[in-house]
């Protein structure tokens, strides 16, 4: 009933997430630090999940919806762990934070392999895993919107309120998708149009504040002084 | 006592175009102002001027200033910043 919509929607999320992967990758690009490197990655893993469900859409194959998700989750794992790390730019931060970079991708490798060497033992294993790992990204994502409030409380900046507010309804998203997961009748309607809804809102936050801030800056060292007013 | 959290390269090289852009629209650079600003060591000035002027970024006539790339880097290097201000990730 909903497919074409909802078609139209994953790929506009997919095609956002890869546009937003250009500017989240400029901070790794300019500083070369391995903490930020997860913020290019998640938001990029992010794009691919929101293809896979789209070709799920079109070709319904089995066991797509289950990578979409596991993808999903390894995203927010990517990005809650740059935000724990970019407050700790010590020596021993780095390499835990290579150990951990190493381990999720291992872990990834590792489930995609088993999904596709062992498909009908590990599909019967994520039908029930997949709430848990909807929780897994719920619980990400709720530290990162705690990490960027505390920030923002922080420099009381007017610019930085954005982002937080982006997460918060990626959370919103994240979690119309747990209810959704756990009981497909109850509320369907309403999980369905408010998690898309609350999805490409968020989207559209984090492109608003990558336009304001690579393509409104002023002449006077670049940054938007309209913004601060 | 406060601590000063430690600058890596990067940050100071950002921090002395920064400067050396400021500066430029007045009469003269001075070098012991910049330096006043930047907080450096004199001596360790005179060496990220000469690294500066290497990699393209500055150039020095008749008085130090930023050179087209060195505006360039400049402006990507505040945009990338602020981006990451915003994005709640404050570049230490």
């Not at chain 1, 596709?116 to 709430?131: D, V, W």
């Not at chain 1, 984090?206 to 309209?226: H, S």
């Amino acid at each position: 009933m909903y497919e074409a919509p909802r078609f139209a929607i994953e790929i506009a999320s997919a095609v956002m997430y890869f546009i937003l992967l250009r500017y989240m990758i400029k901070p790794y690009g300019l500083t070369r630090e391995e903490r930020y490197l997860g913020l290019p990655l998640g938001f990029g893993f992010l794009g691919v999940a929101e293809t896979i469900l789209a070709i799920g859409i079109i070709y319904p194959i089995n066991g797509l919806g289950t990578v979409s998700v596991v993808m999903r989750t390894f995203a927010f794992v990517f990005l809650a762990f740059t935000y724990y790390f970019s407050k700790k730019p010590s020596k021993n931060s780095r390499f835990i934070w290579v150990i951990i970079l190493s381990a999720i991708i291992v872990g990834l490798t590792t489930w995609f392999l088993w999904l596709f060497s062992a498909p009908l033992l590990a599909l019967g294993i994520t039908a029930g895993f997949g709430i848990f790992l909807r929780i897994l990204a719920l619980v990400c994502l709720a530290y990162i919107c705690v990490h960027t409030l505390r920030s923002h409380l922080k420099s009381l900046d007017p610019t930085t309120i954005w982002i937080p507010l982006g997460f918060i309804m990626l959370s919103v998203s994240q979690y119309s998708q747990l209810i959704r997961a756990a009981d497909e009748n109850y509320l369907y309607g309403v999980a369905f149009v408010g998690g898309l809804t609350a999805r490409l809102i968020a989207l559209a936050v984090f492109l608003y504040v990558a336009y304001r801030t690579f393509y409104r800056a002023t002449k006077r060292g670049g940054i938007d002084e309209a913004d601060r007013s | 006592m406060k601590r000063i959290a430690r600058r890596d390269k990067l940050k100071i090289y950002g921090d002395l175009l920064s400067i050396l852009n400021e500066e430029t629209g007045k009469d003269k650079v001075v070098l012991t102002r910049v330096q006043v600003r930047l907080n450096v060591p004199f001596d360790r000035l005179k060496t990220y001027i000469t690294e500066l002027g290497g990699l393209g970024l500055i150039e020095d006539e008749n008085s130090l200033k930023l050179t087209e790339k060195g505006k360039q880097y400049l402006k990507e290097y505040e945009s990338v910043l602020d981006f990451m201000k915003r994005m709640g990730l404050a570049y230490q």
